[in-house]
């Protein structure tokens, strides 16, 4: 949600910050702005719309020449998309240019407060509001640290922020509570950003500002505070990423280069999880003990990761016999807990920084619960303040649309599953060596699906016009349903809702006519036939079936307008083959409607406010 970049160094601050913006701009990409500090003016250019309006706006409206600014991509919260809106903002006198991701709750009071003292406020933002303080501050103390401490211990919320200060041609300020910072280390450079994707350009070195830390940054280099204004030293980390990675490459989207690297993602996994035909997730004795202590989980996730969540709940319920239950984040921290010491909260997510899942996060800490994190992102919040983390390996996922950080989460659930069951009895070696055999066949398996592609662009032809599309699955295969739906619904604007395939008697029924397309799973499982006599009930009442089965499914078929053969695999490790067609599908359908699928209206890759 709203990234944010800041650049000093010798380059020219225009261009770096421009590529910066272009790589955050999964962020948010409702409006962007620049400020660049040059001649001892602080310069502005912002406007509502993408990246690209901005930068072709600057080409009437040129920013002069400057080695030193800041930079921001929105995605709104407080205040209507429109120019004036749009960040960077400047405060009343002009010596302060903030950029910020997050949300100052006690916005109003403050600047009520800043009114009386005489502030006017151009914008219906709160982040007007915190250059504005800065700048009373400034102008009461004359000391720019003390300034930058007062005004944020005065603000209640979310901040990243970057600042410049028209006094000082080589300065950029950093704050940081409750969203991501990062400080990339250059050579004469040095650079400031919500996400190290930005940075990769620049250099792999990298400082990970925690909450409650200010940063200086200067082109010869950086000093930390602490919010009570006491310096600190900071561990600097290398990248692990190559720049390639958050690169399109030959693909016209973000998206569909991600649904493709899923058999390099199982791979990776596969290569770091098993050894000699055995998981070796809970080697680490402390995360074994952890595990065999506890005789309840409680999952913690949001959209996709949820859905990964429930299939996770299969999977443990089924191998480690322990109870799961699975809830949204967002739920979670506004209600009591029933818990004890023996309930363990798994929290999974891709980014490591979705807020309402930091949330669930600190709450169950604050209950005396430990919390295991599945994080993709390494150095996120969640995975830094988890009692342990299990990383789901999927590299840089830009695309809205989860997809192959999905398909990791729920590699990685499986794989945790048969490890505990082997672990605590209810698996034996033949049996976890099976599905261990069988697991290293997917990421053959996967490439097969994806070489429907044509075949499944074909059939969002025939769907993408639909105002709805309802998804069925039963088993282990309901989240793909839930998943499928959440794809389409999110890149093509088309109404999709996912099912048990069972449930659809109780009431959904009543959608389907002969302009419904209605997408079955049923892979070949122990639920096959419950999911066939469920499929008829839809195709007597005129329902158009998409089925995505098992290679050789004639029944299936028969009753299908479309079917999508994926190849056999045992059931508990169909949702990792099943939701790729889905993926597809859901892609095709947003070209085919002339939407960006990696930028979905009103959407943000990483959702940091609550
Ligand atoms: O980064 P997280 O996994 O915590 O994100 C959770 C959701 O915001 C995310 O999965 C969202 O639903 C995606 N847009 C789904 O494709």
Known sequence: MCGIVGYVGRKDAESVLTVGLQKLEYRGYDSAGIALLSSGEIEVRKKAGRIHDLINSLSSYPLPKAHIGIAHTRWATHGRVCDSNAHPHISQRGLFAVVHNGIIDNYSLLKERLQSEGYSFSSETDTEVIANLLEYHYLKEGNLLEAVLKAVKELDGSFALAILFKEDPNLIIGVRKDSPLVVGLGEGENILASDPVAVLPHTKKVVYLNDGEIVFVRKEGVEFYDFSGRRIEKEVKVLEYDEEDAEKGPYPHFMLKEIYEQPRVIRANLERYVRDRRPVMLRDLNLRKLLL????????????????????????????????????????????????????????????????????????????????????????????????????????????????????????????????????????????????????????????????????????????????????????????????????????????????????????????????????????????????????????????????????DKRMAELSAFSIYVPSVPEPLTPIITIVPLQLLAYHSAVLRGVDPDKPRNLAKSVTVR
Do not use: C, W
């Not at 949204?328 to 909260?345: I, N, P």
């Not at 349903?481 to 093509?492: I, P």
């Open 293 to 552: 202590n506890k005789n309840r989980i409680l999952v913690v996730a949001a959209g996709t990761s949820f859905h990964a969540g429930i299939v996770g709940k299969y999977l443990l319920e089924t191998y480690a016999h322990t109870p799961v239950e699975v809830e949204y984040s967002s739920e979670f921290s506004s209600r009591k807990l029933a818990t004890d010491s023996r309930t363990l909260v798994i929290a999974i997510s891709q980014s490591g920084e979705t807020a309402d899942t930091i949330d669930g996060l600190r709450y169950a800490k604050k209950h005396g619960l430990e919390v295991l994190a599945i994080v993709n992102r390494p150095e996120s919040t969640i995975a830094r303040e988890s009692d342990y983390v299990i990383y789901t390996n999927a590299g840089i996922e830009v695309g809205v649309a989860s997809t192959k950080a999905y398909v990791a989460q729920v590699l990685v659930l499986t794989l945790l599953a048969l490890e505990l069951g082997h672990v605590k009895g209810h698996i034996d070696d033949k049996e976890l060596e099976r599905l261990l055999d069988d697991m290293a066949g997917l990421p053959n398996q996967v490439e097969k699906v994806l070489a429907l592609d044509s075949h499944i662009a074909h059939i969002a032809e025939r769907i993408y016009k639909s105002t709805n599309v309802v998804f069925l699955g039963r088993g282990i295969n309901y989240p793909t349903a839930l998943e499928g739906a959440l794809k389409l619904k999110e890149v093509s604007y088309i109404h999709a809702i996912g099912y048990a395939a069972g449930e659809m008697k109780h009431g959904p029924l009543a959608l389907v006519d002969n302009k419904l397309p209605v997408v079955v799973i049923n892979p070949r499982s122990s639920v096959y036939e419950l999911t066939v006599s469920s499929t008829h009930e839809v195709v007597s009442r005129g329902g158009k079936v998409i089925s995505v089965i098992t290679e050789g």
